[in-house]
């Protein structure tokens, strides 16, 4: 007989979808689509769990011990409203105007308070109670700094201190004195060491959250290092040739041309042993600020080596390059000498090499050098385009623009 075959109906498919998007509208309506609203409302319905239980707990103690009808009804409407309060003002955002978001400080005293309200309703077995107040302090550790820690810690002293002391003068058949200042006594003993772990917590948490400071300022630091020249601040060799090579590939993909510029200061052996070393690396400095105040913020500069520099011209044609070069020595002519020698003015020789489709970056940088080596033999203080690469086997072009020397 013929196997048989289930076929899937056209809205199967779609059912986990519709729930999932059911699902999804829910918990955005519960507990809002901002992710950090959603974790703060999150820890606020923790705490309201926390109150159900209690609401649990009266209830059947209601029936078990014969607790005080009046007293469970106080705990229950108390605490229903602080739970009420926080979520409205966590889903409504109106928690966004406080320097802490979350509420952290607020949910706490109103919990200690509520606590011990707890404490003296669950008269039977108030004692079992009094580590509401120890696990309240456990979500403090995690959130409050060491003053919002020490200040919940001695407000839950003061409210459980005031409450046993109150239950045992008013009611003493029922709270016994004696008991009550035991349960207090208890509580003096072991809250101070949780404040105490809760400092030590707080001062860890500051010094981690210092470390990772520190280690993404390191490697901020060791990133800059590994992308740039530490004397002019502009990209290393490394860097500009995966640049160029990203552009390569962008090139091929939409067309857009790129020219690459190749620059040699003029005579700067020159100024080393005329002004010593101290000015030559001001003059490469002053030559990097003066061609990043000229070219676009999508040109890419690079220090190639020495005195030598790259200039990435993007979306670029050479006679806009050579147009831009010329800008750069305008700049460099009108710009203050170092500091050391004020009178000095920097010169250079450059080649401009078209980047074509397809070409090596390597025969693109050497064509470019090329030219560099005309204009240096030409005179200095000029600019020389490069050859077509169909023709760099023959004669040398006569494509240059002249700069007076």
């Not at 690079?302 to 305008?330: I, K």
């Not at 693109?364 to 023709?391: F, H, M, Q, S, V």
């Amino acid at each position: 007989m013929p196997e048989s075959v289930t076929h899937t109906q056209p809205g199967d498919a779609g059912a986990p979808r519709a729930r999932r998007f059911v699902l999804s509208m829910l918990l955005n309506a519960v507990l809002t689509d901002d992710p950090k609203q959603r974790v703060r409302i999150g820890r606020s319905l923790l705490a309201t769990f926390v109150y159900a239980v209690g609401w649990l707990l009266c209830e059947f103690g209601l029936r078990r011990w014969q607790l005080s009808h009046a007293g469970v009804r106080v705990y229950e409407i108390t605490s229903l409203l602080i739970a009420l309060s926080y979520y409205g003002a966590l889903r409504s955002g109106w928690n966004r105007r406080f320097q802490d978001p979350s509420l952290t400080g607020s949910q706490i005293v109103a919990a200690q308070f509520s606590g011990a309200l707890f404490y003296a309703v669950m008269s039977p077995v108030r004692g079992a109670m009094l580590s509401l107040q120890v696990i309240i302090l456990f979500f403090a550790m995690f959130k409050l700094k060491l003053r919002g820690q020490l200040f919940v810690s001695v407000n839950a002293l003061l409210v459980m201190g005031v409450t046993t002391t109150m239950l045992g003068i008013l009611w003493p058949q029922t709270y016994d004195p004696t008991t009550e200042l035991v349960h207090f006594i208890v509580l003096l003993t072991i809250l101070p060491p949780v404040s105490l772990l809760g400092a030590q917590l707080t001062s860890m948490r500051a010094k981690l959250h210092q470390q990772k400071d520190d280690l993404i300022k390191a490697l901020e630091h060791i990133k800059t290092l590994a992308d740039r020249d530490e004397l002019t601040g502009l990209l290393n060799r490394r860097c500009m040739r995966d640049m160029i090579m990203h552009h390569v590939k962008l090139q091929s993909r939409n067309g857009s041309g790129c020219s690459l510029a190749l620059i040699d200061l003029d005579h700067f052996k020159r100024i080393n042993d005329t002004h010593g070393h101290a000015v030559g690396d001001d003059v490469l400095r002053l030559f990097s600020q003066e061609v990043r105040k000229v070219l676009r913020e999508t040109d890419l500069v690079a220090r190639w080596g020495g005195e030598e520099f790259l200039v990435l011209l993007t979306g670029t044609q050479v006679d806009q390059a050579v147009t831009a070069m010329e800008r750069v020595r305008d700049g460099l002519a009108k710009a203050a000498g170092p500091q050391q020698a004020p009178d000095l003015r920097v010169q250079f020789s450059a080649g401009v090499a078209e980047l074509m489709p397809l070409e090596a970056m390597d025969k693109a940088i050497e064509r470019a050098d090329e030219a560099l080596y005309r204009a240096k033999a030409l005179g200095r203080n000029r600019t020389e385009l490069a050859l077509e690469p169909a023709l760099t086997g023959g004669a040398m072009g006569a494509f240059n623009v002249n700069s007076p020397s």
